[in-house]
T-cell receptor
Framework: AQSVSQHNHHVILSEAASLELGCNYS??????LFWYVQYPGQHLQLLLKYFSGDPLVKGIKGFEAEFIKSKFSFNLRKPSVQWSDTAEYFC?????????????FGTGTKLQVIP | GAGVSQSPRYKVTKRGQDVALRCDPI?????LYWYRQALGQGPEFLTYFNYEAQQDKSGLPNDRFSAERPEGSISTLTIQRTEQRDSAMYRC??????????FGPGTRLTVL
């Protein structure tokens, strides 16, 4: 079974600071990887995804993530955060194996951006 | 609507009562998932369907929990004889067989 680890539970940054949120997964086969975001009072939304190809994935709102297969990692980055990025971020993985699409989530990282 | 909808949005019930939570997926989406999210945790997989067939129910915590999707569209998650530990946000998501999933707003269940 797959699992996901997010090492940072709570991150506080000032506006314009750079962001990197860690995500490591464990699974023996090929995977699809996701980052979801949950803004205060809203439901989970897809930020970006990796299925195959270029391991550097660009998502919405200036976020990107890099899949490093050798490290089983899919860290989320943004060069300059804004106050509106305050949210909870979830890394998720699913096996890339046909119709079996059970998505496993990490425990989430709460990001607080201070103006 | 265009998105996944869930009802009720909030449910408060007394211990021992049964509850039914409804999910209305995006039209045409084949797969439907149920997750439970406790405070401070990520969504925890409960079960999922492709069309009307329940593909995996390994995440259902015990036999008080059941789910159905009889016509391959709307799904109901039923919790019998609720307990306080069942209090959580219950999330539904839908998607195609392969690809990302769209989440609904969730049902906040509180068991007193």
């Amino acid at each position: 079974a797959q699992s996901v680890s997010q090492h940072n539970h709570h991150v506080i940054l000032s506006e314009a600071a750079s962001l990197e949120l860690g995500c490591n997964y464990s699974y023996g086969g090929t995977v699809n990887l996701f980052w979801y975001v949950q803004y205060p009072g809203q439901h989970l939304q897809l930020l970006l995804k990796y299925f195959s190809g270029d391991p550097l994935v660009k998502g919405i709102k200036g976020f990107e993530a890099e899949f490093i297969k050798s490290k089983f990692s899919f860290n989320l980055r943004k060069p300059s955060v804004q106050w509106s990025d305050t949210a909870e971020y979830f890394c998720a993985v699913t096996p890339n194996s046909g119709g079996y699409q059970k998505v496993t989530f990490g425990t989430g990282t709460k990001l607080q951006v201070i103006p | 609507g265009a998105g996944v909808s869930q009802s009720p949005r909030y449910k408060v019930t007394k211990r021992g009562q049964d509850v039914a939570l409804r999910c209305d997926p995006i039209s045409g989406h084949v797969s439907l998932y149920w997750y439970r999210q406790a405070l401070g945790q990520g969504p925890e997989f409960l079960t999922y369907f492709n069309y009307e067939a329940q593909q995996d129910k390994s995440g259902l915590p015990n036999d008080r929990f059941s789910a159905e999707r009889p016509e391959g569209s709307i799904s109901t998650l039923t919790i019998q004889r609720t307990e306080q530990r069942d209090s959580a946000m219950y999330r539904c998501a839908s998607g195609q067989l392969v690809g990302d999933k769209a989440f609904g707003p969730g049902t906040r269940l509180t068991v007193l």
